[in-house]
């Protein structure tokens, strides 16, 4: 009964390889997002989708994708991959509006070799 | 840009001590939160505490903010070693929900 779940949980490929990465909630939550963490802990938010729609596209390379289905969804897609792309990257959600916490997936580690 | 930097970078501390961690950030809040990390895990949530109030309790948790320092606090009373973990403040100055992070802090409490 994972509320935020998000796979697979590691990743390794080969640069310029495609990949995705799948993300669901069960909490009824209207707003999604991916984060990316890199190797020094640090956390920066990549986009966000409000009932399908995106509402934050934070200057992230066109080569990644997000796609929500539905508001339970947001699987985001990464083509052409680069050595740089290797990070952690979460998948959160929240109820819509401001002071609202985020409920975060447990992460998915992505190594390009 | 970064929005919060978190002191110290790591802390580590006996069982039973107390932690304390600070968080600055630079520009004006709708709220502030605390999250943990366990290692390889994602974020748990803590803490919200919204611009117009100074001091939160949840637990052994105590959150203090301080608007005209920009600066914000995280206390951990009685540590354990399962509280072990990194702490990281998050900021939210939009309508949108986003969230920006800190560094985070790196607690170790030793047994």
């Known amino acids: 009964d994972t509320a935020v779940s998000q796979t697979p949980k590691y990743l390794v490929t080969q640069m310029g390889n495609d990949k995705s990465i799948k993300c669901e909630q069960n909490?009824?939550?209207?707003?999604m997002y991916w984060y990316k963490q890199d190797s020094k802990k640090f956390l920066k938010i990549m986009f966000s989708y409000n009932n399908k729609e995106l509402i934050i596209n934070e200057t992230v390379p066109n080569r990644f994708s997000p796609k929500s289905p539905d508001k339970a969804h947001l699987n985001l897609h990464i083509n052409s991959l680069e050595l740089g792309d290797s990070a952690v990257y979460f998948c959160?959600?929240?109820?819509?509006?401001?002071?609202?916490?985020?409920?975060f997936g447990n992460g998915t580690r992505l190594t390009v070799t | 840009s970064q929005q919060g930097e978190e002191d110290p970078q790591a802390l580590s501390i006996q069982e039973g001590e107390n932690a304390t961690m600070n968080c600055s950030y630079k520009t004006s809040i709708n709220n502030l939160q605390w999250y943990r990390q366990n290692s390889g895990r994602g974020l748990v949530h803590l803490i919200l505490i919204r611009s117009n109030e100074r001091e939160k309790h949840s637990g052994r948790l105590r959150v203090t903010l301080d608007t005209s320092k920009k600066s914000s606090s995280l206390l951990i009373t009685a540590s354990r070693a399962a509280d072990t973990a990194s702490y990281f403040c998050?900021?939210?100055?939009?309508?949108?929900?986003?969230?920006?992070f800190g560094q985070g802090t790196t607690l170790q409490v030793k047994p």
């Open positions: 959160a959600s929240s109820v819509q509006g401001n002071n609202s916490p985020l409920h």
């Open positions: 998050a900021t939210d100055s939009s309508n949108t929900g986003k969230l920006i």
């Open positions: 909490l009824g939550h209207d707003t």
